[in-house]
């Protein structure tokens, strides 16, 4: 029987339809092709190829822009806003807003070897990483003009990545996007069982109780399938303490985040052979402001089945898997990849 379900947090309704599961289209995808094209930019040796870098994490003594990597920020050469100021000026009427979409487009390649993979790096190099992760974010919300900064990571040919060298994104804008808008009145608005906790600790607290949902509790994180999960095998990862952004995160919680996401990403890799994902980041440039403030989080999104036609026209998700389904699939995968860092399968 399909179920339509509220999202707790956010209010939203998504349908859970378990009988549309077998479709025949469901995407999952081979590993990416291990040898490295000729022409890949984000190889090293292929600085050149590249803008010139922004920042990165380099062996002592090597030099920017040449070889002696291991991350490496970069910005796109096909940027999503435009790198001020050189857009021309817009006139806008009362009727037809227009305005300027300039900000910060960043690739942060997280490897120079071609056909590695995020979730399969060695732990530490997950460590290094997500704190060169941070220190973007910190870079590009600290820039004039920006009001929020949008990490995330495009995997498989149906995420929307067009690039297979595993590289992670960050987009910094001065308008809020709708979601983190959405999110922010979420934090705004609505009840909360005590005073000083907000939407999304009363959620996670919850959802800790019920249990069924949960994926894994440690390092000072919870991973869950959202009640609601719009799309299959979803999964949120909410830091135990309350902070308004990733850049807020302390070394202790950056190094939990680096484990376990990539546990995370491995425990989806086994349920689903390898599925197309997206990951990101959504968290608030203004300083904490209470439990009424934003509590930054990563987001999960398997792209294992595309919108369809009624999806699209109503703006209500139908998913395919009962998020308890998912969360114990996932939960017993958790168990299997645990120490699997470091071994690209
Ligand atoms: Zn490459
Ligand atoms: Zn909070």
Do not use: K
């Amino acid at each position: 029987m399909s179920e339509f379900r509220r999202d707790p947090f956010l209010g939203r309704w998504t349908i859970v339809a378990e009988g549309r599961s077998a479709r025949p289209n469901e995407y999952t995808g081979p590993p990416p092709p291990a040898g490295a094209p000729a022409d890949c930019p984000f190889c090293e040796g292929h600085e050149s190829r590249t803008p010139p870098e922004v920042a990165a994490v380099r062996r002592s003594g090597s030099a920017p822009n040449g070889p002696g990597w291991t991350a490496r920020a970069i910005p796109n050469r096909f940027p999503t806003v435009t790198p001020a100021p050189t857009a021309p000026a817009v006139v806008s009427t009362p009727t037809l807003e227009r305005e300027p979409a300039l900000g910060i487009h960043e690739v942060i390649v997280e490897d120079p070897r071609h056909g590695t993979d995020l979730p399969y790096l060695p732990a530490d190099q997950h460590r290094t990483l997500f704190r060169f992760f941070r220190e973007r974010m910190r870079a590009a919300i600290a820039t004039a003009g920006v009001t929020n900064a949008l990490l995330f990571e495009n995997r498989g040919p149906e995420s929307g990545g067009t690039l297979p060298h595993p590289h992670a994104q960050l987009v910094a804008t001065h308008r809020i996007p709708s979601r983190l808008e959405e999110e922010r009145r979420a934090f705004r608005t609505g009840p909360t069982d005590s005073p000083g906790t907000c939407r999304l600790e009363n959620v996670v607290g919850s959802e800790i109780r019920a249990g069924e949902r949960v994926v894994a509790h440690e390092g000072g994180f919870t991973a869950f399938a959202p009640f609601a999960s719009e799309f299959p095998y979803e999964v949120w990862i909410v830091p135990d303490r309350h902070a308004a952004s990733f850049a807020d995160a302390t070394d202790v919680e950056v190094d939990g985040l680096a484990t376990l996401l990539p546990q995370v990403l491995r425990a989806l890799d086994r349920v689903r052979s390898h599925p197309s994902y997206n990951w990101f980041v959504h968290g608030d440039r203004a300083p904490a402001e209470g439990a009424r403030g934003f509590h930054w989080h990563v987001e999960v999104v398997p792209r294992i089945v595309r919108p369809d036609g009624y999806e699209l026209g109503s703006g209500v998700s139908v998913n395919p898997v009962r998020p308890e389904i998912a969360a114990a699939e996932l939960r017993t995968a958790m168990a299997a990849v645990a120490t699997s860092a470091g071994q690209q399968p």
